[in-house]
């Protein structure tokens, strides 16, 4: 895939807080999750003005399953109404959606619209929308070790990413709700990468939100182990 982008920048968000969100109103959790939903539409489209490369949207961790059944239920039912009612637009902005994270594991209906809409997306020049379903670093990192010791190899650091989900690693990190913990999200990529924590929940994330992490991100000073470029 190439990407014509105009800011080439690799955004993941840990999308938090839906659960509290409906609760803090005397609602349900679900309904946060509904809520949260509609966010996650605004968001790519946002972000696919913004210019920005590459979206990754963490939306159910394998640590999710430890959750009622009621609730994984509803969440996998949301994952699978959005990606039938999103689709076409995705595909008309010219954005390439995947997904990382076990697949196996998830309803094979949702597998089905998942690969439907990533084979109708891979030529794709735009956006790189990338969704995280029952996804969990360690889980990530284990599947590769393994591929690696079918394949009887050694690996390097460059061959063991390619084993991965994904090679990429994020620039921005952007996790709502306040919370200030990873959950195990690409602990082998992401080394140099910029966290944002950002006190709003989920469904109240919007664009401005938005803007605001990518701002603070671009004044940071990143230095990958070297030294800053003020003083080079
Ligand atoms: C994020 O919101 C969505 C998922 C993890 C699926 P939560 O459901 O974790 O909301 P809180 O953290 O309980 O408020
Ligand atoms: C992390 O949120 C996973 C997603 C946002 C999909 P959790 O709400 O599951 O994480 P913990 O349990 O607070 O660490
Ligand atoms: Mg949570």
Redesign the pocket.
């Known amino acids: 895939m190439t990407t014509k982008r105009n800011d080439n920048v690799h955004v993941a968000i840990?999308?938090?807080g839906n659960?509290r969100w409906a609760e803090a109103r005397g609602m349900v959790r679900s309904e946060g999750h509904k809520s949260g939903a509609k966010r996650v539409k605004q968001v790519i489209l946002h972000a696919d003005t913004c210019g920005v490369r590459k979206l990754s949207l963490?939306?159910?961790?394998t640590?999710?399953w430890n959750r009622p059944e009621y609730e994984v239920n509803i969440l996998m039912q949301l994952f699978k109404k959005f990606i039938l009612q999103e689709a076409d637009e995705l595909h008309q902005r010219d954005a390439c959606v995947t997904f990382i994270g076990d697949r196996s594991g998830l309803p094979e209906q949702l597998q089905r619209v998942m690969a439907a809409l990533e084979d109708r997306t891979k030529d794709n020049n735009g956006l790189h929308l990338e969704i995280?379903l029952n996804?969990g670093g360690r889980d990530e990192i284990v599947r590769a070790v393994n591929k690696a010791v079918e394949a009887g190899k050694q690996v390097t650091q460059e061959s063991f990413l390619q084993l991965l989900d994904t090679p990429d690693e994020p620039d921005l990190i952007i996790r709502t709700s306040g919370?200030q913990?990873t959950?195990g999200?690409m602990p082998f990529q992401a080394t140099s990468s910029e966290w944002y924590f950002e006190p709003v929940t989920w469904p109240e994330y919007t664009p401005s939100h938005f803007d605001t992490a990518l701002a603070a991100y671009k004044a940071r000073d990143r230095r990958f182990g070297g030294l800053s470029k003020k003083v080079v």
């Not at 963490?58 to 961790?61: A, R």
């Open positions: 840990i999308m938090d659960g963490w939306g159910f961790s640590d999710n995280a996804y919370e913990r959950s999200f």
